[in-house]
């Protein structure tokens, strides 16, 4: 299994709304990552979770609150989302040391109104 | 500050013709150069990567070439496709650690 699975496809939020995106792998990686993207723009690293510990908030907004239950998932909990939040959050992993390819999801579509 | 830049923003070429997209950095702190597909909808899929003691890496159509001196390196798709029209992101790897940085992306359209 080489997947890395993102749960929904899609998500219209309201500003007041609390919110949750998962992400899951079963390939044994040890980091998770999750990316946001805008449209025609490289994907931007939020944070990184390498052996269920947090590795790197790349100074997200405390608006987005990342959780890593186990090795194989990771979850993104929103709240309070501003409608320039509104992109496309895609969840990645890697084994689990430097060098390494990144596998990535299908992403999240996120709107925020 | 780690930076890759990356060109063409944008490319047309006709079927059966070679694409070229370039990319340099400025920071010498990356061991891993991913080039990364991404259809519209879909999350980045990793196409090739090149680490920096090596020159060339060629897989089926897809070349990276690697000048570490001049810190460039760039994709090659021959025999492009209208099925590779995508956008390409070059990456680097920061030495040791877990961050990724990529360039900005080139739209490759590929006439049939």
């Known amino acids: 299994d080489t997947e890395v699975t993102q749960t929904p496809k899609h998500l219209v939020m309201g500003m007041t709304n609390k919110k949750s995106l998962k992400c899951e792998q079963h390939?044994?990686?040890?980091?998770m990552y999750w990316y946001k993207q805008k449209a025609k723009k490289p994907p931007e690293l939020m944070f990184v979770?390498?052996?269920?510990?947090?590795?790197i908030n790349e100074s997200v907004p405390s608006r987005f609150s990342p959780e890593c239950p186990n090795s194989s998932l990771l979850n993104l909990h929103l709240h309070a989302l501003q409608p320039e939040d509104s992109a496309l959050y895609l969840c990645?992993?890697?084994?689990?040391?430097?060098?390494?390819?990144?596998?990535f999801g299908p992403g999240t579509r996120l709107l925020v109104l | 500050q780690q930076q890759v830049k990356q060109s063409p923003q944008s490319l047309i070429v006709q079927k059966g013709g070679i694409s070229i997209i370039n990319c340099a950095y400025e920071?010498?702190?990356?061991?891993?150069f991913p080039w990364y597909q991404q259809f519209p909808g879909k999350g980045p899929a990793l196409l090739i990567a090149?680490?920096?003691?090596?020159s060339e890496k060629k897989e089926g159509r897809f070349t990276i070439s690697f000048n570490k001196s001049a810190k460039q390196f760039s994709l090659h798709i021959m025999d492009s496709q209208p099925g590779d029209s995508a956008t390409y992101f070059c990456?680097?790897?920061?030495?040791?650690?877990?961050?990724?940085?990529f360039g900005a992306g080139t739209r490759l359209f590929v006439k049939a």
């Open positions: 990645a992993s890697s084994p689990g040391t430097s060098r390494e390819t990144q596998y």
């Open positions: 390939m044994g990686h040890r980091a």
């Open positions: 979770y390498s052996y269920e510990k947090l590795s």
């Open positions: 920071n010498t702190a990356f061991d891993y």
């Open positions: 090149i680490r920096p003691d090596v």
């Open positions: 990456a680097a790897r920061v030495t040791g650690g877990f961050k990724t940085i």
